[in-house]
Every structure is written in structure tokens, then in C-alpha cells.
């Protein structure tokens, strides 16, 4: 599965977009778990929809932290609750999170 990814007018915008980013999707690819990669990818259009440097911040060491060798379920669940403080609309993605949490 290819991401594409466009980037228009980002004055002020989180930019998801990095070498974590891409593990984290290929991890999950890799395994044919597409359910997860497609989570993956709703959280991160939704946190790209935002204005908030600081979520793709913290979208982006969630991903770091999948991309791991050894991904920390409570680490992962700290970074989601953190994007959801910043974010709170994107907490109706917390089924999306919840099946990439549950995986490690």
C-alpha cells in the first residue's frame, strides 16, 4: 500500500511526514495488517487537518515509537491521550488507535 500525501498551503500546519512515518505504516504492512495501517493513516490525516505543530509533533514520536523494535503499549497510549488533550476531536478516532495500541 503507497501513502501520497499532499501538501498545499502549510503556513501554521503540522507537516507528518518522515522516515518514523513511513515505518510505522510499513510495519503494519508488512505483517498484511491493513486494518491498522489504514488507522494509522486516519489518525494522521486527522492530526494534518489541524493547526497544531504540537500534535504533529506528537503524532510523529507515536510513530517513532511503532517504528521501534520494541514498541511500549503505555508510551503509545501516553502520546495518544496527549494528541487528544491538544486535539480533542480527534478522540472519535480512539477506536483507530486503540487496534494500533493493541497490537504490541
Do not use: C
Request: net charge negative; proline share 3%; aromatic share 8%.
Amino acid at each position: 500500500m503507497v501513502y501520497n500525501f499532499n501538501i498545499e498551503d502549510v503556513k501554521n500546519s503540522p507537516i507528518i511526514v518522515g522516515s518514523h512515518v513511513e515505518g510505522a505504516f510499513n510495519k503494519f504492512s508488512s505483517k498484511g495488517d491493513e486494518e491498522r495501517s489504514r488507522a494509522l493513516s486516519e489518525i494522521a490525516a486527522a492530526v494534518m487537518q489541524t493547526d497544531s505543530q504540537e500534535a504533529g509533533e506528537i503524532f510523529g514520536e507515536f510513530t517513532k515509537e511503532i517504528d521501534s523494535d520494541s514498541p511500549r503499549k503505555g508510551i503509545l497510549q501516553t502520546y495518544w491521550d496527549g494528541l487528544v488533550k491538544i486535539v480533542p476531536e480527534i478522540a472519535k478516532l480512539s477506536e483507530a488507535a486503540s487496534k494500533i495500541i493493541a497490537s504490541f
